[in-house]
C-alpha cells in the first residue's frame, strides 16, 4: 500500500512539472512555528498559535520580491479538521525596486486525510485583503489549496500542491492558479 501512495505522489509531481510556464518559476522560503495553547479543561481555547514568515524570489524583478508574516490561532475541530484565522502583512515588489504593502485577514477551514505516510490536505481561506498601493482597493478574494504530502522519516516532507484563486469583490473572476512542489524539513516537533 504505501508503494502505490508513494507513486501516486510522484505521478501528481510529474503531472504539473510538464505544464509549468518557465516565466513564473518562483522560489519560495516559509518558516512556520505552532505554539501549543495548554487548554487545562477549556474546550473553546485554540489547540496553538501559529506564526509564519515567508520570502519570494522571482525573475519578474531585481532581487526580493516578497516578504509576509502571517499570526493567528489553530482550532482543533475535529481529528480531520482544523480552523484557523490569521491576520498577515505582506510587501511585495510591485515594479522594480517599489514595494506595495497590504494586510490580510484570513478565515483558512483545514480538512486533513492521513494514509501512512501520505497525507493529503484540502484548505480554502477566505481573504479580505487591504491594499495600499496604486490604484489597488481593498478586495475579498477566495482560494482552494489541494496539497500532497509524503513524510518521510519524521524529517522532510515532500510535497505537491495547487492553488486556486478567485476574486469575489472587484469585478469577479478567477484570479490565478498557483502550483508548488517542493521540499520541507521539520527543524524540530513544532516548527518546519
Not at 87 to 109: C, D, H, M, N
Not at 111 to 140: A, C, G, M, P, T
Not at 170 to 185: C, L, V
Request: aromatic letters at 18%; hydrophobic letters at 40%.
Amino acid at each position: 500500500m504505501n508503494k502505490i501512495l508513494k507513486n501516486l505522489l510522484i505521478s501528481f509531481i510529474l503531472i504539473f512539472i510538464f505544464i509549468i510556464d518557465s516565466n513564473s518559476l518562483e522560489y519560495w522560503q516559509f518558516l512556520e512555528t505552532r505554539v501549543k495553547i495548554a487548554k487545562d479543561k477549556v474546550d473553546f481555547l485554540p489547540e496553538s498559535l501559529r506564526f509564519i514568515s515567508g520570502i519570494r524570489f522571482d525573475e519578474r524583478y531585481p532581487g526580493l520580491g516578497l516578504v509576509n508574516f502571517r499570526m493567528g490561532p489553530l482550532f482543533k475541530i475535529s481529528d480531520n479538521i482544523l480552523l484557523g484565522l490569521s491576520i498577515s502583512s505582506y510587501a511585495e515588489q510591485i515594479r522594480p525596486k517599489f514595494f506595495g504593502q497590504q494586510y490580510r485577514l484570513e478565515f483558512e477551514p483545514n480538512f486533513n486525510f492521513n494514509l501512512q505516510s501520505v497525507s493529503l490536505n484540502n484548505r480554502s481561506r477566505l481573504e479580505y485583503r487591504f491594499l495600499n498601493y496604486d490604484d489597488y482597493r481593498n478586495s475579498i478574494r477566495f482560494r482552494n489549496q489541494i496539497r500532497l504530502n509524503y513524510n518521510s522519516n519524521n524529517h522532510f516532507i515532500i510535497y505537491a500542491w495547487d492553488d486556486i484563486f478567485f476574486e469575489l469583490l472587484n469585478n469577479p473572476k478567477f484570479n490565478q492558479n498557483r502550483f508548488s512542489i517542493g521540499i520541507g524539513i521539520w527543524l524540530d516537533k513544532s516548527s518546519r
